[in-house]
């Protein structure tokens, strides 16, 4: 009887330390065991799949499966692996409805929503899987086991809808090809990268060090009770031209948590209908949820304005109350920061001090700016806050931070354009057909494919609705083609002209004119130009303060902006008979000049004399397909167009 006890317990203890990825069904080839990676163990297993409605014969490709994976991930390396993130190649639209034990950490999308093109998760609660030598083969801390559910389309049975790979998206780590066990079970062993450089993170720091990007957000608990906790909230921008104006910043409570107050900032809808009808009220039941702020899911917090900035109730946090606008430390280091501070009621079980969850999927934004991909929030070394006094400042009790970069998302469109023009030609390329998106235009009124047309120094003031006829009889003086229906606006709040002005045989210039054809204006704007074979050749900005900026390792880049009391790019007014004349944008301009000293063999009248990019408050705007050519009839055309311009001005009159 002992002896039968002793092996039984044994082969359970033996069978405990061998990790297998979790069981699939109907599966007759079984894969290998985990431990025959000495690294990062993954794998992705299908376990069922259904056909759901609607039923679609005849469109197979298009037909809904409802789909239950396991993604298994296991540390079998000497190392703890610290914030793991695991990407799954998600192939067939894949419309991921839930994930146990991770959230999206790619900043794309938000549980549920579509991960077609694959995705990136994160650990959480739990992000951290710790080694068998520290645990003492402990699966449980090793490792984190998480199950899919959701749609994919069209792969039905037999046929098994898999990602087409898998991989460890931590840094310092290889991972060969997934490979495949049988139909259902794919896996991969990643191991540390020996060329990989070591972070300086001592080993008794027990963080993961903080690391770099466009914007980051730090998440710092300065204050810390059992039912709910004070966090200070820092937004730091780190990029030379990127910026925010009337920032939004959201997030998702993972666990009912709820805002109860807030200074620095405040939420864009104060609401407290969620915890009255929730179980935030049963468990509160003796609080008076007329004082709370907000009780959604994912709220989005706003910045206050300038005058609130020493407002003891509400403001009087640094670097708060700045009307949502966050600069680039190139402009302004001083504001390149916005910080607010929350405080956040939890619920059970987290009911204790050392119980400190952040918010996930943070979204930052702003208007006319560009567009952040952010990460989840990484467990950080506690933040220390500086003391006015010149004594050490206090510290966080826990930091996490979010790091966000700026992206160009698939089929989103730009939000400001740029048109050209030059001394040696009449006619101005405009920005092009849709170049700032075309949605909700009803297909006929315009055409969304064809160009623009080339148009005369005079529309560039005239909004795109009134230049109808000045366009086409510039087109129909230039002999150019005009399609039927005619092309679309560029639909852009903000644009630019580039105007080559001169050329001569020591230097040369340009002249740069902003158009706001948007209701708000635009404080403490700016404009970045970049060029390869002009930027070294600045000489001066005259209207605007201008220098030449350095950006990812070349110095190719002129920042300009307004000078004091005139960095304010008004917006778009109504003539000076609304009810005849066209509005008129807000518009600042200059003229900038270029040594040849700096630049030999610069060829101005080609491609050389034009920016490669114009970015307008950090957002890249769209420029034209085309450049301006020597117009050999230029001469002929001037005074015509003038009479036909009399002619079309008589008639409207």
Not at 448 to 468: H, I
Request: with cysteine; charged share 15%; hydrophobic share 35%.
């Amino acid at each position: 009887m002992l002896t039968t006890i002793f092996f039984f317990s044994l082969f359970f203890f033996t069978t405990t330390l061998t990790a297998q990825p979790p069981p699939a069904s109907n599966t007759t080839t079984q894969p290998p065991a985990s431990d025959a990676c000495n690294g990062i163990y993954i794998s992705y297993t299908y376990n069922s799949g259904a056909k759901i409605p609607p039923i679609l014969e005849s469109d197979h490709e298009k037909q809904p499966y409802r789909f239950k994976s396991t993604l298994f991930v296991l540390n079998n390396a000497d190392e703890e692996l610290k914030s793991w993130r695991v990407f799954v190649g998600f192939q067939h639209d894949e419309y991921l409805v839930s994930a146990s034990n991770a959230v999206i950490a790619d900043g794309l999308a938000t549980l549920p929503g579509p991960v077609g093109n694959g995705t990136v998760f994160a650990g959480f609660p739990n992000a951290d899987l710790k080694t068998a030598i520290e645990t003492a083969g402990d699966l449980n801390q090793m490792s984190a086991r998480v199950v899919l559910v959701g749609t994919e389309f069209g792969v039905g049975s037999p046929d098994v809808p898999m990602p087409d790979d898998i991989a460890l998206d931590n840094e310092g780590f290889i991972c060969p090809t997934a490979t495949m066990q049988g139909t259902r079970v794919m896996e991969v062993c990643c191991t540390k990268d020996p060329n990989a450089l070591t972070n300086t993170t001592t080993p008794q720091d027990n963080y993961l060090p903080h690391q770099t990007g466009d914007l980051t957000i730090m998440y710092d608990v300065i204050r810390t009770y059992d039912s709910n906790y004070w966090a200070s909230v820092t937004m730091e921008n780190h990029n030379p031209l990127g910026r925010l104006d009337n920032w939004n910043l959201t997030w998702d409570w993972m666990r009912d948590e709820f805002i109860g107050d807030m200074k620095g900032a405040y939420p864009f809808t104060r609401d407290s209908s969620a915890c009255i009808f929730g179980p935030q009220s049963t468990f509160y039941q003796n609080m008076d949820f007329s004082n709370v702020l907000n009780c959604e899911r994912r709220p989005t917090i706003i910045d206050l304005p300038l005058e609130m900035t020493n407002n003891t109730q509400i403001g009087n946090v640094p670097f708060c109350c700045r009307n949502g606008t966050v600069l680039p430390p190139t402009i302004d280091p001083s504001r390149s920061k916005s910080a607010f501070q929350i405080q956040v009621y939890k619920m059970p079980p987290d009911m204790n001090r050392s119980q400190l969850i952040p918010p996930q999927n943070f979204k930052i934004s702003g208007r006319l700016n560009p567009d952040y991909t952010c990460g989840p929030p990484v467990r950080v070394s506690p933040t220390e806050f500086p003391d006015p006094s010149g004594l050490p400042g206090p510290t966080a009790v826990s930091s996490w931070q979010v790091v966000c970069n700026i992206t160009q998302a698939t089929g989103v469109a730009p939000k400001c354009c740029v048109s050209f023009s030059a001394y040696y030609n009449e006619s101005i390329i405009p920005c092009p057909t849709c170049a700032c998106g075309c949605r909700g235009i009803n297909p006929g009124t315009c055409s969304t494919t064809s160009p623009a047309l080339l148009l005369p120094s005079q529309a560039l003031l005239v909004p795109f609705e009134n230049r109808t006829a000045l366009a086409t009889a510039w087109a129909s003086i230039k002999h150019r083609t005009v399609p039927n229906p005619l092309p679309c606006s560029d639909h852009c709040g903000v644009s630019i002209n580039w105007h080559l002005l001169t050329d001569y045989r020591g230097g040369w210039s340009a002249r740069l004119t902003l158009f706001n054809w948007e209701d708000a204006a635009f404080p403490d704007w700016f404009v970045a130009v970049q060029s390869d074979h002009f930027a070294p050749g600045l000489e001066k900005v005259y209207s605007f303060n201008g220098t030449t900026l350095e950006v990812n390792g070349k110095t190719d880049t002129i920042l300009m902006q307004g000078l004091p009391g005139l960095n304010y790019l008004m917006g778009e007014v109504d003539g000076v008979n609304p009810g005849k004349d066209p509005r008129v944008p807000g518009k600042q301009q200059s003229v900038i000049s270029f040594t040849k000293k700096n630049t030999p063999g610069i060829k101005v009248e080609d491609r050389d004399g034009f920016p490669t990019k114009v970015f307008f408050n950090g957002e890249e705007c769209a420029l034209p397909r085309l450049l301006p050519t020597n117009d050999s009839g230029r001469k002929n055309s001037g005074w015509v167009f003038s009479i036909v311009v009399a002619i079309i001005v008589l008639m409207l009159m």
